[in-house]
């Protein structure tokens, strides 16, 4: 069994690589193109790993919000413009996807008024932030849900022959 850190405030990778009980050796063996050092410097966060580095660790880990924390965490432009996603149980991200797709259904009337004309009015800017803030509440939801099930299918949970096979009818 491979030997746990006593590193406190181990960043995603260490943590996801101990979770699965490999040294940076064997971890090295399952990623293939990823030396154990350059493994210790990413963990250490003495360096950030490269774009391809985490598809790899992320597909062998078969653990798919390695890139969603890459992208919100450590790319430039995904800091700007990628939330981070935690992962949450199917029935908490569909509640939680209902719950704001109700609240907006409340609002569509008025998005329209204050769309319509093109224009975003003093007495307009409350409402609109508010409906933008539910709109945002949406598209994470929608991403945890694809996070959700890109690890099951990853893991197999979910089979992924017939999984394609519907998405691409």
């Known amino acids: 069994?491979?030997?746990?850190?006593?590193?406190?405030?181990?960043?995603?990778?260490?943590?996801?690589?101990e979770s699965l009980g490999l040294t940076r050796e064997s971890a090295s063996d399952l990623l293939e193109t990823i030396a154990p050092e350059r493994i210790e410097?990413?963990?250490n966060e003495r360096t950030l790993p490269?774009?391809?580095?985490?598809?790899?660790?992320?597909?062998?880990?078969?653990?798919?919000?390695?890139c969603n924390y890459y992208c919100a965490n450590q790319c430039p432009i995904g800091q700007q413009y990628v939330?981070?996603?935690?992962?949450?149980?199917?029935?908490?991200?569909?509640?939680?996807?209902?719950?704001?797709?109700n609240v907006m259904n409340k609002q569509k009337e008025r998005l329209i008024e204050i769309t319509v004309d093109g224009h975003i009015t003093d007495d307009e800017i409350k409402d609109f932030v508010?409906?933008?803030?539910?709109?945002?509440r949406i598209s994470v939801a929608v991403e945890t849900l694809q996070l959700w099930s890109e690890r099951m299918l990853a893991t197999g949970k979910i089979d992924l022959v017939k999984y394609e096979a519907y998405r691409h009818q």
């Open 1 to 17: 069994m491979a030997r746990v850190s006593t590193k406190e405030n181990k960043n995603l990778y260490h943590k996801t690589r």
């Open 41 to 43: 410097k990413i963990e």
């Open 50 to 66: 490269h774009p391809d580095e985490v598809l790899i660790m992320a597909d062998k880990y078969k653990q798919p919000r390695l």
């Open 83 to 101: 939330p981070e996603i935690n992962p949450k149980d199917l029935s908490q991200i569909v509640l939680e996807m209902l719950a704001s797709l």
């Open 130 to 136: 508010m409906i933008q803030n539910e709109l945002e």
